[in-house]
């Protein structure tokens, strides 16, 4: 398992206009995702979206991320992949594309093998390997959960991730998920 990471400005402001169409959805999902102004989203100032990416989307941040991101993922990258490796049935990727970016939500994940995490917060630099973690068990269950509704699939990849397996590599525990009905599911995955 490889993960790469990577600051692409084409591939980031895509997904950044992605986001921007799913803003009313993630507001009825109660996410926090992080977006450009509304001035800008709304053409009401003269500079436009692709200037004002360009302009906070810059070579320092790109390689501060990537840095930050290496830094923070090195340490728990061996043990997580033994982890993943006790997953029954199934297929992890030969490479994962982490994209580093300042908007949307802390995670977002588009399948087979694409990642995108916020780098913006003090939280999203923090819990950047969680996050990580999240996304990535969100890509390799993805076939397995596809018919789930959404708020399901969140509770089944939390479930998996606050398993013994993995809370421990990251030091994290949440009672709430380790009472519900899905973390006894989760067994199953092992």
Same mark, same amino acid.
């Given at each position: 398992m490889k993960i790469k990471f990577l600051t692409d400005e084409k591939?980031? !402001?895509?997904?950044?206009?992605?986001?921007?169409?799913?803003?009313?959805?993630? &507001? &009825?999902? #109660?996410?926090? @995702?992080f977006l450009p102004p509304d001035k800008i989203l709304n053409?009401?100032?003269?500079? @436009?979206? +692709? =200037?004002?990416?360009? &302009?906070?989307?810059s070579n320092? !941040?790109? $390689? =501060?991320?990537?840095?930050l991101a290496k830094k923070r993922w090195k340490p728990f990258e061996?043990?997580? $992949?033994? $982890?993943?490796?006790?997953? +029954?049935?199934? #297929?992890? +990727?030969?490479?994962?594309?982490v994209y580093l970016t300042l908007f949307g939500p802390g995670g977002a994940f588009e399948y087979p093998n694409k990642i995108f995490l916020r780098i913006k917060t003090k939280d999203d630099k923090e819990y950047l390997d969680v996050n990580l973690a999240h996304e990535m068990i969100h890509l390799i269950l993805h076939e397995k959960?596809?018919?789930? @509704?959404?708020? &399901?699939?969140? +509770?089944i990849v939390n $479930?998996?991730?606050?398993? #013994?397996?993995f809370a421990g590599i990251f030091n994290i525990k949440n009672s709430k998920i380790e009472n519900s009905s899905e973390f006894k599911q989760a067994r199953k995955f092992f």
């Open positions: 591939v980031v !402001f895509e997904n950044l206009l992605w986001e921007i169409g799913q803003k009313t959805e993630v &507001k &009825k999902k #109660k996410l926090v @995702s053409g009401k100032k003269s500079e @436009s979206l +692709k =200037n004002y990416f360009n &302009k906070i989307y320092k !941040f790109q $390689a =501060n991320a990537i840095e061996s043990q997580f $992949a033994q $982890a993943l490796g006790m997953l +029954k049935d199934l #297929k992890q +990727k030969k490479e994962y594309l959960l596809v018919h789930f @509704s959404y708020v &399901k699939r969140e +509770k $479930a998996v991730l606050f398993q #013994k397996e």
